[in-house]
């Protein structure tokens, strides 16, 4: 339907593949999903292309998620995937057919202001995209449209049926980008050694199995066994890590943040200046809540952050997207 967009709107519309990296023991559907994009791009009549990013896929997502897991911390591929392949390589690549810009799916809003091109929430909330767009430049930024994001994700589908778009009816995209549902323990036990180990109780008491430390991040609440069936249980969240020692302490609330919690924030991405002692709004996790944050502290290369109220605790790695309103301001990952 962004492609449907362009072409109303008077666009010369090229459509293009993007071909990932995928690893040898994996059963991937990439030619069905070329198929289905060489289908669209016939039923639209434009031109067809596709760009070759296996290389960059390997190189800059798969070993960040494998190498992330490795250090103990909690990747999230689906941003890394954005900037260096969405916005990365197959940016370059259209710019080398000499596009003037790149056009994508996302539930997100471009809106032009007197300081430039800014990312705004897509219209539809419920599937706003911004969160795994933070790491946009504002380079990046000005060579991009976002046709859809104008509009609730139930009314693009109604218009692609009219439209008669040969994919109206597919059923959304799910867990990891480009490699979809993924079993994470064993994806990454073809690269890291995962090792059985101990689920504790808060007092320390041995009450199951995982399969690895490794693989688990706060707040998650599935992957790990408890030895006994409780039917009236509530859920079960991992709430500590000890990857020397081989455990997970799990409780049955998430670990949460107080009023003094200081966040430290790496590898920043600012497209807006912000301030020492600005309130601003602020995502751990993709559908998570917004929540208030004080901006208590910038360098060069971080900014710490103090949650107002409590908040379920972020887990090292994992993106903090900055928000002032409808504006995605950028963020960093958590030190």
Request: aromatic share 10%; proline share 4%; hydrophobic share 35%.
């Amino acid at each position: 339907m962004a492609a449907a967009r362009l072409l109303t709107s008077g666009y010369n519309v090229v459509g293009v593949f993007i071909k990932v990296w995928h690893p040898d023991f994996m059963v991937c559907n990439w030619e069905q999903e070329r198929l289905d994009s060489m289908r669209v791009a016939a039923h639209l009549e434009i031109p067809f292309l596709t760009c070759d990013a296996e290389t960059e896929y390997r190189d800059e997502v798969a070993k960040y998620f494998i190498e992330e897991y490795k250090a103990g911390r909690t990747p999230n591929p689906d941003v890394m995937c954005n900037q260096h392949i969405k916005f990365g390589a197959f940016l370059r690549f259209a710019k080398e057919y000499g596009a003037d810009f790149i056009a994508t799916g996302h539930y997100a809003q471009k809106i032009d202001s007197a300081a430039g091109s800014e990312i705004h929430r897509g219209v539809d909330l419920g599937k706003d995209q911004t969160y795994f767009l933070w790491t946009l430049s504002k380079d990046q930024l000005e060579y991009t449209l976002f046709p859809i994001g104008d509009t609730p994700k139930e009314d693009i589908r109604k218009e692609a049926e009219k439209t008669r778009i040969p994919v109206a009816a597919k059923k959304d995209s799910q867990g990891i980008c480009f490699l979809g549902h993924v079993d994470i323990a064993d994806f990454l036990s073809h690269y890291i050694d995962l090792v059985p180990g101990d689920v504790l109780d808060e007092q320390g008491k041995v009450i199951g199995k995982h399969e690895g430390s490794l693989v688990y991040t706060l707040g998650q609440r599935h992957g790990f066994t408890l030895n006994t069936e409780n039917p009236d249980r509530k859920p079960m969240f991992v709430i500590d890590r000890n990857s020397k020692k081989n455990t997970l302490t799990v409780g049955s609330k998430p670990s949460l943040t107080t009023e003094s919690t200081d966040v430290v924030l790496t590898n920043v991405v600012l497209r807006k200046t912000i301030n020492v002692g600005e309130k601003l709004e602020a995502q751990f996790r993709y559908r998570q809540t917004p929540f208030k944050i004080l901006i208590k502290e910038i360098s060069e290369k971080t900014i710490t952050l103090t949650t107002i109220g409590e908040v379920e605790a972020p887990a090292s790695g994992q993106s903090c997207v900055l928000y002032q309103g409808s504006l995605c301001l950028g963020g960093g990952q958590v030190a």
